[in-house]
């Protein structure tokens, strides 16, 4: 027997699984890797499989422990105040949950049976009950998502706030969205599949690009899709591929590069086109949200990619995207100018993950109307 089973102590499985939430959190699934988290035990690797048959199971169970303080938040609430204040908390001591609402909803979940989604569903449709009051059963379980969305937003950043101070500005955005009564009908958004579709007036290199951004989303990821895939759907070779793209990670390179650069291109037209930070908020909210029903796998499943890129072109990439967020803090700055630029982030992380949640909630039901949706992003913004 070796020193290492000898001493092993009864919360091993207790310290791997937080210390593995602090390696998918920080560095999400693809590039959190078995070997980090054992060297930050001081373990070894084969010392975590006695515990987990391998990275998937670790990840799953890792999201587990976060959705059981969901659930007991949710569970356990008075009202909705109640409720509000607890889930602001949940998001701040539980950042990983952004990995389970957000991403792992999309695309990367583990869960063979389903169990944790029919979990994940059932308590937004208790919180949905909570939310009833003078609402409909339909606006209560969007509001329900919405709220969930906001709350995990917190897995996508670090806030240079206090924990306390973090969750009382998640706190005013969550109840923002809790109140929210909309003025307009719920709307049906027709959303685009990211299909990759022949056009004959487009360059070889913006096929490539169309394609990769669609297989990518397609297929669950980037180590899911060959560039011989890319080369067929582009309708081009795979010589050509290597023509215009170094590699592959080069090719992906290309497609968070263009994404980024069109969704800055946005924000900056919407500031650029209005006559107050107000306007400039409600253009810049209708933009992305035109966007992400075009684009709806530049919501957030293109950009968990970026941790297969080579560092020099993560640094770009999180570049482009780093101004894209400091146009966005610029607008909500100066529409709510009494608040501080950390908290500032906080409200606007929120806001930006209801906007992207939006156009996955369409897939299934009715959601805010843009008008809607501009006023929404506002109260998150300014509410005290």
Known sequence: MTDEVRTRPKDRRKSILATASAHFYQRGYAGASLDDIARDLGITAPAIYRHFPGKDALYTATLEVHLAQLEECISSAAGV????????????????????????????????DGAMRQRLIAAADALGVLLRGDASAELATLLARLMLAAVSSTGFYESALTRDDQAAQLEQAVAAIAEFRPTGDLVALPVANDVQAARPWTTRRSALLDACAALVLKQGGYHAVTIEQIAAAAGVTPPTVYQLFENKAGLLAGVLTRAANWAIAAIQQASTQANSAIEALDLAVASSLEMSAQHPSWTGSLSDEISNLPLDQQRVVLGIAGDYLDEWVAICSAVSPDLTAPAVVVRMRAALGVLDDRVLEAADRSVLSTSDMSRLTREMITRS
Do not use: C, K, Q
Request: net charge positive.
């Open 81 to 112: 105040d109640d409720v509000v204040r607890g889930l602001a908390r949940v998001g701040v001591e539980h950042p990983t949950l952004g990995l389970l609402w957000n991403t792992d909803r999309r695309r990367r979940l583990v869960d063979p």
